[in-house]
């Protein structure tokens, strides 16, 4: 196996876009193949993240009509993969072995996704469809719902009073806000305070609308290539040190649903291969679709024990300057979750903090960085490692 | 790189299914799990194609569903890859580099789809959001129309009469439908004359419906496995010798349909990996979706000279006995053509043959096969080689 590194990134902003998915990719992946001193000629395959491009614009095969548009060669595999919010993540991993085993040298990846045509009720119901279908979707669950029971489970199992609980969980939006701000690409860039969440709407009891993630179009990409090709193209690449990917059956198979089992197996995966523990984590871009994900996911990839991820928030140490920042984009909560390209906008963070290009939101000294991206109902988990 | 080989195949009877897509998979996958002599424990990741699962199911997501269903590992990664209808081929192309690069030992790996459930009229139109959405979707363009153009421009560009071209496009159906009487898997297994085609409802002119293969729910799947690992599981492990595939643009940006660029690329890659030519292929799986798509095909792999693919039907060249048998067992005409799983189902019938394993349909002495798969309005193009 050979090291794989970014040679290059790029990134649209996240919010509301009147573009075209293959639009709105293609401003991504110029900038990740620009940045990487390359022509698009010069990429050999393309991994891309999309969810539901046939609802959102009755578009399917979306790969290849950006290879085509980017101007890749025929030659070229286009693939889209899919794996509801974790498709670029899952796509970055599936990138990573054809450079990793010597096949290619040089492949682009990334995600994209136009999520907020349906509107947010109808695509909350929609989006729905990466739950299991058969049996939780004819009982009406939806991801704020999901979440709601996962919120419940927590206060519970940890002897947690449920308004620590949602005090600790308006933390989290209140630092992804602050984070927000000082990332000119995020959707949201606006501070709130604990009163914004607790006063605000309640979707599924007790999550409140500031809990949430918005729906978000955008996209993101990156640039793998191989280290001796990386280290020729740009004068800063960063490694991907670790990958690991886990799979879950349904919520309603799931016997705990404060410890996603996914993750666990994902997490243990991605630190072997790196040869790292979770203490050696400078930074880390983790998946916030709700305020209480982010607290489960923070103990889950063991940078918290279990059922002190809540606390820990409170006291500060997943801020920016705390023990583990967590989420100095703003996290899906204000930067935007367009599906299919969280994964991988994910990764873009990681690759300007660990390169020094985070201006007001840099974490300081930061050399290892990892990102953890969920799918479904608990079912998909990847995360990846990177590291200068 | 090591050699990847085939431990087992698993298939669904095609045809109109009242189960769903995880039930319809898992039986596929069991009998290939089973036929390799493995447990559903032993699998170290799950590659799945599939379409539209969530137009047809309400479904995303669907691979770790699938996986749960089965019992694969939680640390086993399991991945969705959609390209129309190349979807499976590739997943299989995917699977095998984890194993090639020495990754993961053993991987299933297959399709499946549910694409009667809406009847033809609206699968047509849904399945049209394979071309691309916003020029050839808003002008009408299907997958009929698409292969009438192609008709069309063939007998233009060669100076065939149309109706001796519709004559050799007739018998690829008779020859289809005479391979899947001796199918049991088949969905149509009944003879049909050049009359009974050119007698049928017209379509899109001058592609009339017994030119169509039909929609299909069907399942089908593989186990790759390490070279040594294979050895010790199966008698007669058939090898994956060639991988590739290429892209295009959407139609309206190509120059010549009758030529599928993204098939010669793809084609060229496969025999450069497996050191072998045209003439050394034994026996083909094609992309019939309609007749004319078989004759193109049968050119673009390189058995006939381009404009001679036709009359090749006539003088019996690609039947069962023929210089290059191509889809002995009925192809998508006959077989039947669930999006999604297509690509696998090529992959079990080219191993069947290769093992002689085909009863009445068998390819005598076959040792070289290929599958040429595609996705898409020319989009996606993948075409794999196996040996013994």
């Known amino acids: 196996m050979r090291r794989v590194a970014v040679a290059g990134v790029g990134m649209t902003k996240f919010g509301v876009s009147e573009k075209s998915q ?56 286009a693939v889209r993969v899919e794996g509801a919010c974790a498709s670029a993540s899952v796509a970055i991993r ?38 299991d279908s058969r049996y939780e979707g004819f009982s009406g669950v939806t991801f704020p719902g ?7 489970m927590y206060a519970e199992k940890y002897g947690l009073p449920l308004e620590v609980l949602k005090r600790h969980m308006a933390l989290v939006a209140v630092k992804n806000h602050k984070n927000g701000v000082k990332n000119p690409l995020a959707q949201f860039r606006k501070e ?85 523990t979770p203490a050696d984590i400078d930074v880390c871009e983790l998946h916030d679709c709700f305020t209480i994900a982010e607290i489960v996911a923070s103990e889950g990839l063991g940078f918290f024990p279990f059922g002190q991820g809540s606390a820990a928030v409170e006291k500060g140490e997943t801020a920016i300057g705390g023990r583990i920042p967590i989420n100095p984009s703003g996290g899906l909560k204000a930067k935007g979750h367009p599906i299919g390209a969280t994964g991988a906008a994910q990764a873009y963070e990681i690759v ?19 990102t953890d991206t969920l799918g479904g109902d608990l079912a ?9």
């Open 352 to 370: 300007k903090q660990l390169r020094g290009e985070c201006g007001d939101r840099q974490v300081a000294g930061a050399r290892v960085g990892m």
């Open 22 to 77: 293959v639009e709105m990719f293609a401003e991504a992946a110029m900038e990740a193949i620009d940045g990487s001193n390359l022509k698009a000629r010069d990429i050999q395959a393309l991994y891309l993240g999309n969810g539901l491009g046939d609802f959102e614009e009755g578009q399917m095969n979306l790969a290849p009509l950006c290879a085509f548009e980017l101007g890749l060669p025929v030659g070229a595999p």
């Open 94 to 131: 599936e990138a990573f072995i054809w450079v990793a085993s010597g096949f290619y040298d040089v492949v682009l990846v990334g995600g994209v996704e136009r999520a907020t045509a349906m509107g947010t009720p109808l695509a909350t119901r929609t989006f729905a469809m990466g739950a």
């Open 146 to 152: 999901a979440f709601a029971m996962v919120t419940r």
């Open 192 to 276: 709130i305070s604990v009163d914004t969440v607790l006063n605000s709407a309640m979707v599924a009891d007790p999550i409140q609308l500031f809990d949430c993630c918005p729906f978000s179009d955008g996209a993101a990409a990156l640039v793998l290539a191989a280290e001796d090709v990386a280290k020729k193209l740009c004068p800063q690449p960063v490694y991907v040190r670790g990958v690991g990917q886990g799979s879950n059956g349904p919520l309603y198979r799931q016997r705990d649903i404060t410890r996603i089992r996914a993750r666990e197996e994902a997490a243990a995966q991605s630190y072997r291969m790196a040869g790292l």
């Open 380 to 388: 998909t988990l990847v995360n990846i490692i990177y590291g200068v």
